[in-house]
T-cell receptor, first 112, second 114 residues
Framework: GESVGLHLPTLSVQEGDNSIINCAYS??????FIWYKQESGKGPQFIID?????DKRQGQRVTVLLNKTVKHLSLQIAATQPGDSAVYFC???????????FGKGTMLLVSP | ETGVTQSPTHLIKTRGQQVTLRCSSQ?????VSWYQQALGQGPQFIFQ???????GRGNFPPRFSGLQFPNYSSELNVNALELDDSALYLC?????????????FGSGTQLSVL
């Protein structure tokens, strides 16, 4: 089976709320993780990444948390906006340059 | 925009036919990866090209093949098309020079096999 999966297929929030998208991975050897955003008709767009020697990384309105003990990754989006509506994928690098394994994705729906 | 361009954007083929998809990588990038994304699924790694050679392959049969050219652009070829090959095919480029470099994706080619 897939080594990366998501708990919630769809997440609906109100504009201005904070969103949290979760992801579980199964390969403890994975050393690099990325979150991608994919809008309809487009390819995945890089959001933020984190290496396994870190447990938190912040970007603009986004934060990624990595818990290696339970093999869990989360993406936090602050003050969610309608433009954040998309499918979000977590991906892990299990070895090899730029060889990513993606989960199935979570659809984020933001209501005005 | 990532600077990764793919052509064509849409393609319709019939079972048994062959198809070639093309990708121009982002300027300065030397590595190209191809992914297949079925409807409602995450992208699945097909293979990667570096220095014009295949460098890593996912769980795809030999009828999926590729090329990388000296200018780092790439082609994905699929022979003997099957209905299950219908998917969005994504090309991603990156710069190999250190581990864990980021992948930048194009918008993909939507392939429909009838």
């Amino acid at each position: 089976g897939e080594s990366v999966g998501l708990h919630l297929p769809t997440l609906s929030v109100q504009e201005g709320d904070n969103s949290i998208i979760n992801c579980a991975y199964s390969n403890s050897a994975s050393d690099y993780f990325i979150w991608y955003k994919q809008e309809s008709g487009k390819g995945p767009q890089f959001i933020i990444d984190i290496r396994s020697n870190m447990d938190k990384r912040q970007g603009q309105r986004v934060t990624v948390l990595l818990n290696k003990t339970v093999k869990h990754l989360s993406l936090q989006i602050a003050a969610t906006q309608p433009g954040d509506s998309a499918v979000y994928f977590c991906a892990e690098n299990m070895g090899g340059y730029s060889t990513l394994t993606f989960g199935k994705g979570t659809m984020l729906l933001v209501s005005p | 925009e990532t600077g990764v361009t793919q052509s064509p954007t849409h393609l319709i083929k019939t079972r048994g036919q062959q198809v070639t998809l093309r990708c121009s990588s982002q300027s300065g990038h030397n590595t190209v990866s191809w992914y297949q994304q079925a409807l409602g699924q995450g992208p699945q790694f097909i293979f990667q090209y570096y220095r014009e050679e295949e460098n890593g392959r996912g769980n795809f049969p030999p009828r999926f093949s590729g090329l990388q050219f000296p200018n780092y652009s790439s082609e994905l070829n699929v022979n003997a098309l099957e209905l299950d090959d219908s998917a969005l095919y994504l090309c991603a480029s990156s710069l190999r020079g250190r581990q864990n470099e980021k992948l930048f994706f194009g918008s993909g080619t939507q392939l429909s096999v009838l």
